[in-house]
């Protein structure tokens, strides 16, 4: 199974992601995570896209794509030990037509296919509310929001103890720069994927179980066994 989320910054991916991914038995890809890790790695990818990055801009088509080419890579190692992993969550991932057709052919390369494709809806003046107030574990990359879900003790994460903390790029112009970007870049992808019979909507202002509860409805009503 390869299920994708989509829906703009602050509509819940990477929250929904969390839970999701060890529910379904599958292989988290969340590009944003991989990136900051690189960052705060400092490995050669890291130095690459550190100004990109810091100012809320999206990372090239190639470097993101060579990036998920190697989750990918390590999926299928996985599985040829066969281990229980059924497929893949992408988080942020694609955000650009070029990056959404490089997913079909990788996927394709390994005989599988997109399985669904979840659109998290939630309006605008929504999303910047929740995006001033977002905090993440700085080990773990679990999400959390200063008073919608916030952490039991303030700045230590519930799941790991890691320090829990703002994102650099959670600052009010970088956080408008990103919503334009996603509506310039990402938003044409949906109407891609609904035309292919693979996108299935859900109602992102409601409370983060419920909005778990319709991803996995919607999973099992839409998604082949692939
Ligand atoms: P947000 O959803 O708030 O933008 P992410 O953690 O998904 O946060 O992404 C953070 C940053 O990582 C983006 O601003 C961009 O620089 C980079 N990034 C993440 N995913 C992609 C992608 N698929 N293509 C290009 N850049 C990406
Ligand atoms: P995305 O990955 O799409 O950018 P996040 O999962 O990081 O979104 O969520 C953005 C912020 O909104 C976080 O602070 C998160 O705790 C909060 N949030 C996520 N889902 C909900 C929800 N259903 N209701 C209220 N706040 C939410
Ligand atoms: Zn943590």
Known sequence: MHLILMGPQGSGKGTQAGR???RLGLVLVATGDLFRRAI???TALGHQIKAAYDRGELISDDLTVALVEEKLDELSAER???TGVAGALYDGFPRTR????ALDAA???REEAISTVIQIDVPRQTLVNRLAGRRVCTICDTVYHIEFNPPREEGVCDRCGGEVRQRPDD???AIEKRLDLYELETAPLLAHYRDRGLMAVVNGVQAI???TRDIERAVKGTATTR
């Not at 070029?98 to 057709?101: G, T, Y």
Request: glycine letters at 4%; hydrophobic letters at 55%; zero cysteines.
């Open 20 to 22: 999701l991914a060890p």
């Open 40 to 42: 705060a790695a400092e």
């Open 80 to 82: 040829a030990l066969g």
């Open 98 to 101: 070029l990056q959404a057709d």
């Open 107 to 109: 996927l394709t390369r």
């Open 171 to 173: 600052t009010p112009a």
């Open 209 to 211: 179980d419920l909005v």
